[in-house]
Every structure is written in C-alpha cells, then in structure tokens.
C-alpha cells in the first residue's frame, strides 16, 4: 500500500497568559546627526544655503552676483575684516558699481537644490547688513529660475552704517507650487554693503519661529518614536577636536554661533542647535537620549584622560544642567534666557560615539571619568558607554549594526541566550543596507525580522534606533546610503523600511509572550506582545519569501477572541521594489479588517510582506 503523506500545516502557537518579559517602554527611537544634509537642507526649515556665507571650503559659491538690465555691475567678496559679532567675524561684501532702478544688482542664493514656492504662504525672514550708503534700501525677493517672474517681494529700508538685525517677511499669491527659484537681495543705487545670516523660512511644524519642515515631522510623529539620540554619530565627535559639536556654540541667538564643519564635508549652520533638538523632542513627545562629546575625534585625535580632559567632562555636565537645570542654574538660566524656561526630561546619557575607533585605548579612562563626574552629581541618570569597558559597569552599552540582507538575517536571535546579568543594550544605529537613497523592501523585511528579535529581547535592549534617518535625494546630497527618509526641497517620502518601523513603534504591547512558529521555511519570523490592561494582543509577523504562508494560530491560555481583528500590512511583488522622490507610495501599509472565529484560526501571510495582527481577547 503506498504511503498517503499530508502535508502539515505551519503553525503559530502564542501562549497569551505566560508573558516572558516586559517590554521596554523606551524601545523605540530616532538617532540623528547632521549628516546627508538631515538638518541644513533638510528638517531644519532654512531655506537659504550658506546663510552665513563663505567660511571653510564652501567660500562663496552659494552666492552669485544679480546684474539686472543694461546698466548693473557688482563685485561679490568674502571680507575677514567684518562681521556682525564676535563668534561671526567675516561677511560678503557686495560692492555695487553700478545699479538703478531698472538695473538692480546685488546677489542671490538658490537655497539647497531650489527654494520651495508654494501659493498663499508667507515667508519670514531676516539678513544682518551695513552700508557705505546710510538709509540704502534693499529689495528682497523670491524669483522663478527661468522666468525671472518674482513670487513674492519685500523692501527693507533704511540699511545703517554699523552691523543690525532686519527683518522681512511677504507672502506669496496664485502661483504654481515648485522648487525652481532662488532668492535676491538687490539695490538701486551704487553703494557697498555687508551682508550676514541671510534668512528665509517658510511656514514650520507648530509654528515655531526658525523650527522645522511641516512634512519631515509629519513624518516622523507617524513613527511615534520615544526618544531621539542626538547629536550623532560622528557628528558628535567631529573630524577634530576643535570640530567636535561643542553645544556652547549652538545656543542663543544665531548670531552667536559660530558655525562649524561636519564631518560629512559640509559645513553646519548650527541653525539645529542644542535647544531645537529640545524642541524637537518636545514637539513629538520623545526624550533626548544625549550624547556628550567624550574627548575622542575620528581623525584619531583624543585626549588624554586626567586634567586635561576635565575642562571636556565640566563641558557635558554643563550640557546636562542645560538641558535639566532650573533656572537658578548657571546653564539651567542659560536655557530659560534662550526662551524655554522649563527643563527637559532626561534619563540616559551617552558618553561618546563609537569609542572602539579611538586606537589610543584611552577610553576606559575616558569613559571612567566621565562616568565618576556624571553619576556624582546626577545619579539617576542612566550612563551609556559606546563599547565594552573595563573596571566600570555601563548602565548600557551603545551597540550598532550596519548589515546586508544576509547578515541582518543571520543577526536575528543574537541576544536571545544574551547575558541578563550585563549592563543593558542600546542599538542605537542600525540598518540593513540594500537600496540607494533608501532601503528597497528586501530591507524591510530583514529590518522587520531584526525588529521581531529586538522586541522578543527588550527587557534586556533598552532601546534602538535605525540609522540614518534622513536624505537629501538631491545629486551630492547624500553621503551615507540606506537612509530611511528622502526628500527633496518640495516633498518628502518613507521608505518601506521607514514604513516597516512606523508600523512596528505605533503597535506595541507592555509584555512579550511566547510566540513559537512550526513547520514554516526559513525567513518567516514572529514575536508577540500583550497589553494585559487593554485586553490587546499583538501579533508582528514578517514572511521574506517570495510565496504565500498559511499559518494554523493557535492563542493558548485566553478563554474568547474578539470577533473582529485589525490586520496592517506592507507587503510588495519583488524584493527590490521601492519608494522614491517621484514614485512615494508605491509600497504603502494597507489595512484591514479580519473576522477570527476562535483561539484558533488560519492566517494567511502574502508573499514578502511585513505584517501585525492586532486582536482583543
Ligand atoms: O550613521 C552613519 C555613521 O555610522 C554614524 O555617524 C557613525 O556613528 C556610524 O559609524
């Protein structure tokens, strides 16, 4: 008789009421850094590029000369000789030989890859200028690239002999929204001027004055992220000490800050300083996770652990009063004078970026003498070292993955048999490396497995952060591929992956419980959690092969089902299909309804696809 084989469906047994862990509250995150034009040409609203013009390798190509009509001649420099403040010494000297009414002249800036016009908006601005030629007026304007038709034009009169502030704003009417326009400042008259910190910003997310893209925080609210590492990554630490992201100079009015070189061969405007990545945190209802400079740079610059380190470990407890300080707080007032009088919430602190890097080995000392200086005065905190290090316990250790597909898969279960007894762990960068500007879905999915393992180990991973968050899509706009969100000077869009992790942070139960696949071929991966308050059960399941799974579910240990289930899902025909700037929504999650007749029910997963089943039991 020939033997009948039937074959056995997968299954997914989840045991409701035998929770295994507590889910870290604080799992999910942004990491960021001024890096792919993220900030400057990206979340930060400026609209000017070089708004302090012509410092570093930049000079002054951002700001040509406007010879308007027949009769216009003028001469654009750099002068090291004047500038509006201490911190900013030097400005462009736009030395006017010949301009009038029908022939202005001065220059223009065309923004980071255009400015963007939209009808009906009003824009506000501001410029730092003196004149040769007291009670001179300049023209400002919002021009079309090819038509030269303006969209939008104020005046500013009365420009005076010594270094000031002017404001402008305008508004613009019926005309087509594009990114095809610079802006212009122009005389009429012969006469040299100064200008500096040339502003422009259109409307911004809450309408903070000089805050951020509507559009990119939109975005990133629909991540309801918890907490946001800031300010890098390699940002923090700068090619060279003196490039170090040294928050002193980035608070206050602008026109105190000096400015300085990131590490991605841009120069930062420090627009985006420490206390609008407060206000970041703020707006989207996350906590800074605060990186403090740790004496190490990456052209393999550091210092020595001792005296000469303390003036550094004085720097990051300052930046801690800053951001956690009272009012009767030397930093704490310092915060409430630059307008925000209450003090920020703040629980983990990170000491460095990337330590392991610093081949001098000096980062146990360096490390130790932060820590000792920290913990002394804020014993709360909760203190992160960048690597493993001897003679003191982190609270937690920062670990990063940068992986292709392949490895990212192979990663999945690294920290199920971790040590428990170790400090915890913070992946504060990672990322599966397929797709350029952003992750394909391939990525998503192997992103989508490693999320499945860090939320199953997340009494153990306090948090984690894909990195890099953002991209200028623009040609040299990116330095660093795979980064979860591109735009351009109009629009922005999500990656899959950007999607996979919205789906993923904005679902999310308190307690992980046991959650076993049988019978299932390989690149199908789960993990379960429960909100026992709710009555609520979430279900994350990720199938990276190309064909359909059905799983038999089985839930054990809850008496009834809810009737009715919500199932999300992103899911694509191939591997590398993709969002981009012109095609935003091809792989979007999509929604729906399910009726579930019991603890047990079949559920079919579409072929590459990223999926949560929410039920109520
Ligand atoms: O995310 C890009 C870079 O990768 C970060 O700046 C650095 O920390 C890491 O090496």
């Not at 959690?529 to 199938?543: G, M, P, Y």
């Not at 579910?553 to 700037?581: F, H, R």
């Amino acid at each position: 008789m020939p033997l009948c084989l039937v074959a056995q469906k997968p299954t997914l047994a989840i045991q409701v009421d035998k929770p295994t862990a507590k889910v870290s509250p604080t799992l999910y995150g942004l990491m960021t850094e001024e890096i792919n034009f993220s900030y400057d040409g990206g979340l930060y609203g400026e609209l000017v590029r070089d708004r302090v013009p012509g410092r570093g390798w930049d000079s002054l190509n951002n700001w040509p000369a406007v010879m308007r009509g027949a009769h216009s001649s003028v001469a654009v420099d750099l002068d090291s000789r004047t500038g509006p403040s201490a911190a900013i010494t030097h400005s462009m000297k736009v030395t006017v030989k010949a301009a009038d009414e029908k022939s202005p002249a001065g220059v223009e800036n065309a923004g980071y890859w255009g400015i963007p016009v939209r009808a009906n908006t009003t824009y506000t601005g501001s410029f730092w200028a003196k004149t040769d030629q007291p009670g001179l007026t300049v023209t400002v304007a919002l021009e079309n690239n090819q038509t030269g038709d303006k969209a939008a034009t104020a005046t500013v009169a009365d420009i005076g002999k010594e270094w000031k502030e002017y404001k402008y704003s305008f508004t613009t009417g019926a005309v087509e929204t594009s990114a095809n326009n610079h802006l212009t400042l122009t005389v009429t008259k012969p006469a040299t001027i100064w200008f500096d910190l040339v502003s422009l910003f259109g409307p911004t997310y809450k309408n903070r004055p000089g805050g951020n893209r509507i559009d990119l925080m939109e975005k990133l609210a629909g991540m309801h992220p918890k907490f946001l590492r800031l300010p890098g990554g390699n940002y923090l630490e700068g090619n060279h000490i003196n490039e170090r992201f040294n928050f002193k100079e980035t608070i206050g009015p602008w026109v105190n800050r000096p400015t300085h070189p990131s590490p991605w061969n841009y120069r930062s405007s420090d627009g985006m300083g420490l206390l609008e990545f407060l206000e970041w945190c703020e707006d989207l209802n996350m906590e800074p996770v605060l990186a403090v400079y740790a004496g190490y740079s990456l052209e393999q610059e550091h210092i020595e652990p001792g005296p000469a380190l303390d003036p550094h470990v004085q720097d990051a407890l300052d930046e801690i009063e800053y951001v956690t300080g009272g009012p009767e707080t030397r930093w704490g007032a310092e915060r409430v004078k630059d307008g925000h009088p209450a003090a920020f919430p703040l629980h983990y602190v990170e000491i460095g970026n990337e330590d392991q890097f610093d081949h001098s080995g000096s980062y146990n000392g360096r490390f130790a003498q932060f820590y000792k200086a920290i913990k002394a005065k804020y014993p709360q905190l909760q203190l992160i070292a960048t690597t493993p290090v001897n003679g003191i316990k982190p609270d937690v250790i920062d670990d990063h993955y940068y992986k292709t597909t392949e490895d990212m898969y192979a990663l999945v279960g690294h920290y199920d048999k971790a040590d428990r007894n170790g400090p915890k762990i913070f992946v504060g960068e990672w990322a599966t490396r397929e797709g350029d500007p952003t992750p394909d879905l391939a990525a998503a999915l192997a992103d989508a497995a490693w999320m499945t393992s860090m939320e199953r180990n997340s009494d153990l991973i306090v948090m984690a952060s894909y990195a890099p968050l953002l991209t200028n899509v623009n040609p040299k706009g990116m330095q660093w591929a795979t980064d979860l969100i591109g735009y351009n000077a109009l629009s922005s869009y999500g990656s899959p992956s950007y999607y996979a992790q919205a789906m993923f942070y904005s679902h999310m139960g308190t307690e992980v419980v046991p959650a076993t696949l049988s019978g299932t071929p390989e690149r199908v991966y789960t993990v379960a959690t429960r909100d026992e308050t709710a009555r609520k059960l979430i279900v994350k399941l990720v199938n990276a092969t190309g064909e359909a799974q059905t799983l038999a579910v089985s839930l054990d240990g809850v008496a009834k089902v809810a009737p009715q289930a919500k199932l999300i899902t992103l899911s694509g025909k191939s591997p590398n299909a993709t969002n981009s700037i012109d095609n935003p929504s091809a792989l979007v999650p999509v929604v729906s309804t399910l009726q579930i007749p019991g603890p047990k029910f079949d559920q079919t997963l579409a072929p590459y696809s990223v999926n949560i089943l929410e039920l109520n039991y």
